[in-house]
């Protein structure tokens, strides 16, 4: 049953509506390749058993002629920031190690009410803070790719969403749900050649979902191509009561709206985006990204987003910020650690808590966020951050005067290797140049496969698109995805 | 424009002593007389059925950690949703006095670590309060109509998040926490440093309490805790620069506080005079040793870190709410005691009635019977009042309801009974909660107008009375008075006065 | 502004994350490093410019004043790491 596990959303749905296969079968071929992958250590928890209950109850809903919903029996890989009832949830933190929710997230109780079944619960960067998937408490996940130069160098598989990444590139799952802070979707996405969207903030419900930024953090589908994505998104999306920055607007059918004709669209290519010395590969991919959109019949225009270079000091004041506040909670009152010296009060427990169960970057991170926001910085840091933040969204207002949407490269390379980074945090930090913008503004934005690199490695084309316009970016997507002709794989080695 | 200044809601008010000296409150040490400076922060529990931000009951006494939510206990992944009702009583609160309502406010962070504090942060307003600037006149005694009156400025009204509570005396080793609270909506109502006695602070918190009462915001119940001040205190010589002031958490009575306001401005006198110097501190009052003592432990390394909280977006007020809350805003103590004593009320049963909601609505209450509103005051005070006084008991204790009295008192007023009958008939009424006509009627107590009756008496009274009789017609007038007493015992009571008066000049020429 | 080891002491004892010598030297450098980064910010002129307080286009929602939750003891205490009867224990505090 190898090949099932070669399709994707779209095809299991359809076969499992068909009869061409049972949604139990499509499981079954999901958990063995799960089960066969730990060299990649992309879950954290595997619930072989939850995937298959799941696939059981469609296959009993369709002999019983019942409606299917949209992503009946597709089994999916659950990045561990989403609480799932029952099944633990750690963020990948030492600190939440053994906590198992008395509750499901919003988005993951519609997923598994569109049909969908849980393969496990998947790695990820620490509180989703990181670019690599190497703050994960529980190792990092490597990235199914090599390079060409036949080395065996393991590579990241980006982050923090890099489980979901890793997975669903090694034919783990179809598809996984990733959430996306500063680029934690789409970075990943673009270093294994696959595709993953961030809707517009306040698409997707951010209630059970541990919280990393309030206001940057959000949900979005993973998988192998931008239908997939458009159909899990539709599966995703919708409002929440309980969270109250959730729109309160009804999810388009973004499936049906699909169409690779970009007549009438306006790209804008943003003059800032192209750094000095920027990578030979990735100047490449752009290019042919713009080809390929223009002969999809869209206008390509220069913009400016002037504020673009201030994004991503920006985002490392405001995330950290929020951060260091989102994670006061980890206390070790009411779950996850303890740590409880011999004689310590309760001042101390918390320390010792909090320096035990929070990984390096997670605590520098706070120690960030804590001193930009103390007294007398506060003005210096935290408003002035906001303001740029202001004039970031301004830019992008601007910019849609004159085109639809914006195409840049997700990330400045290809995936790097594990430990290349390590040293210095900027380094890392700057892996996020070209996905942050759009966080900060909020929009949508999404990762397509562009090409391989000379190391023949995947490279990611971002298409940045107006709020609540997802349908064009998918659209723009889809265009690039039907002239890339991007069918590379990573040869199975784990 | 983020503010709106609301007209005033009452007009009505009494004229206020202009620059507001109400008491010339000193103290002497030994190097002079010393000013103290006064400004309270009360929080007020807001009335309503659930939290602030999550749909857990507010209800006091549960069962530990029942009325607690995920988002109470700050689970992983959980997000405030504000309840509607806890920002309408702030604002509502607001209008009571005649503060600015900010239509555009925001909820931010206030970060410490605690472990009644769920959280790690608490929510609440520090940029952008939902109510700005406002005032409080008050009357150093309510009852006194004739005692100056001072206006104490407000600095803000905020809404904010309680926190749980902790219990020490459980274990040997170990302090348990309770949510119950935590998450219930609190208005914290900051004054300005315009308090300058125990006097005024104590007028002021009874005049707040009075108006969150009327308004409907809180319950005013400080020994359940849904009321609570933080008292700020410095003193200083005379008209001379501010002092350094120390802050006293959490005092629950206002007994407590005045009597923490005259310790710690003691204290800080005796300091500053022996050479010492006051310390900005949190200090804690201990009613049994009538002191303030240093909470330094809580003192370390304080930076609350305020921010916008990122999980809300700001709070946008509509014309339509602010209507609303201004439409159900009931008539206010200052207006209502106008309107009593312009309906013929005394100053001094107009200030009582007034001063608290709950008389007032009781009141309120007898009026709406159509009971005469001279005739109702009077035995609201004298009866009433004297008969619960005497029980033990409050007026919402009492055992006659308005509709009863109101019934007892148609029945003097219609002259069914009278004055002393009524009495009687109250008395039996509150042991046995009958109805005024019941017992009227099964005890016989009906008032006569049969004047053959009473004048049968008023003949044998005479009669046996010669020597009083003869002694009235010689001019000594103060017999008459004998006379009525006399024929009214003989009448049970029961005759109409009037009558027996009208029959006894006759009688007597 | 730079850090020093004192005030990155200062911020760990803050954030409530014990630290030690060792940690706290080498935080000094990343703080610096971060923190000189981010200072570019300051050459932004943001005249007139009204910090962000909404991503996106949206208004605050109010809830009804109604008992929706809450009575779920056993799932708030479930995952307490110190369980005392129908309480979180926590060491004594001193208050």
Redesign the interface.
Known sequence: MTELTKLGVAAIRDGVASGAFTAVEVATAFNSNVAKAKALNAFIVETPEKAIEAAQAVDADRAAGKPLGKMAGVPIGMKDL??TQGVQ?T?ASHI?EG?V???E?TVSAKLWKAGAGMLGKLNMDQFAMGSSNETSYFGNVISPWRRNDGSNAALAPGGSSGGSSSAIAARLCPAATGTDTGGSIRQPAAFVGISGIKPTYGRCS??????F???LDQAGPMARDVRDCAIMLEAMAGFD?????SLDLPVPTWEAGLNRDLKGKRIGIPKEYRLDGIDEDIAKMWDNGIAWLKDAGAEIVDISLPHTQYALPAYYIIAP??A??N???Y?G???GLRDLPEGAG??DM?AATRAAGFGEEVRRRIMIG?YV???GF?DAY?TQAQKVRALIARDFENAWASCDLILAPTAPSAAFGLGEKNADPLSMYLNDVFAVPASLAGLPAMSVPGGLSKDGLPLGLQIIGKALDEQAVLNAGLAIEQRSGFTAEAGEWW | MRGLRLNSVQDLRRKPESGGKMSEYRIQGNTGAWEVVIGLEVHAQIT???KLF????TGFGA?????????????????????????RQAVRTGMAINAQINRWS?FD?K?Y???DL????QISQLYHPIVGEGEIEVTLNEKDPDSPTKKIGIERIHVEQDAGK???D??????????NRSGVALMEIVSRPDISSPQEAGAYLKKLRSILRYVGSCDGNMEQGSMRADVNVSVRKPGGELGTRTETKNVNSIRFMMQAIEYEAQRQVDLIENGGAVVQETRLFDPNKMETRS?R??E??H?Y????D???????LDDAFLEECRASLPELPDAKRARYEAMGLTAYNAAVLTAEAETAFWFEDLLAQGVDAKQGSNWLMSELFGALNKMGKTLDESPVNPKQAAELLGLVADGTISGSIAKQVFEIMLETGQAASAIVEEKGLKQTNDTGAIESEIAKIMAANEDKVAEYRSGKDKLFGFFVGQTMKAMQGKANPQIINDLLKKALG | MSVDKDTVN?IA??S?IAISDAEADKMVGELNGILAWVEQLGEVDVTGVEPM??VIA????????????????D???ANAP?K????????????
């Open positions: 989403f609480c949830t963020a939440l906590f929710p008395t509750y997230s951010r209630w059970g979902v541990v919280a930024a309030s206001s009561p309980k969270d109250s920055t910020a929020e260091s506040s994670l006061a909670r206390d009152v009411r779950f309760l001042q918390y804590t926001l103390s007294a506060y935290y | 309503s059925e659930s999550s749909g857990s009951s069962e530990p950690n029942s009325h607690v939510s995920l988002v109470d206990a700050a689970m992983p992944g959980m997000l405030p949703v504000p309840n509607r009702e806890c920002l925001r962070r970060n670590f605690y472990a769920p959280q790690g942060y902790l219990m020490h459980q274990h040997p080793t170990m302090s348990f926490v309770d949510l909470m432990s809580k370390d390394a930076d870190r305020y921010f916008p990122p999980d809300l977006l700001p709070v946008e | 200062k004892r803050l409530r307080t909404a949206n208004k605050l929602r109010l809830r009804d004043d109604v008992v929706t939750d809450g009575d779920v003891r799932k708030v205490l110190a005392e009867g129908s309480f979180f224990g926590v060491p004594k505090v001193i208050e």
